[in-house]
């Protein structure tokens, strides 16, 4: 039988890259133009979004264990405001780039480590606490992203979940496979 430790961190990469998957699926159905559209000066665009959680990630899971989760190098206030350099393609590998570094560093978790004490801007956490309050703000942004694009796509939007409709066949469909 897995250990607790074992079973957190291995349900914790599945919830992750769910939510990477979630997200790089709504992204994928962007044009160039709705990616970086805001609906108003104050909501940020997927290319923000995508800018700040990649500036989040690379520095909470750089040297996770090491180092303080907030780098002195992370200008935070840049995140949110696009750049020249800041093309989609150029977000994008940021982004793949600091969801590989944070995937790393937990895999790289030992069992002994969920109760050791990192920092975030100087306060202390428990590894699962920051952890926790990652996957918490990951929910938060890729939430924002599958909004964004599901309003720009309107009617050409391909769910990334159940159907509207469906959930009594999806449902019956998985009670099915259990008993087979």
């Known amino acids: ?4 430790a074992q079973t957190y961190t291995a349900d914790m990469r599945l919830r992750l890259e769910k939510l990477r998957a979630t997200a790089e699926g709504a992204i994928a159905q ?8 805001a609906p108003d000066a104050e909501t940020n665009s997927i290319a923000l979004t995508v800018k700040h959680v990649a500036g ?10 090491m180092s303080d989760g907030d780098k002195p190098d992370r200008h935070r206030d840049d995140e949110f405001i696009l750049m020249p350099r800041d093309t989609r393609e150029a977000l994008m ?14 895999a790289a978790l030992h069992a002994g480590d969920l109760t050791s004490i990192v920092t975030i ?4 956490h428990t590894v699962v606490a920051a952890l926790n309050r990652n996957l918490a703000h990951l929910a938060y942004h890729v939430g924002q992203i599958v909004q964004l694009a599901k309003h720009y796509a ?3 939007w391909r769910t990334l979940s ?3 409709g469906a959930s009594e066949t999806y449902t019956a469909t998985l009670h099915s496979r259990s008993h087979e």
């Open 162 to 164: 159940v159907a509207r």
């Open 121 to 124: 801007r100087g306060e202390p």
């Open 1 to 4: 039988m897995p250990d607790l």
């Open 56 to 65: 989040n990630l690379r520095s909470r899971f750089t040297n996770f264990m």
């Open 154 to 156: 309107g009617p050409d």
């Open 30 to 37: 962007s044009s160039d133009e709705s990616f970086t559209a």
């Open 93 to 106: 590998a940021r982004w793949a780039e600091s969801w590989d570094t944070m995937l790393a560093a937990i």
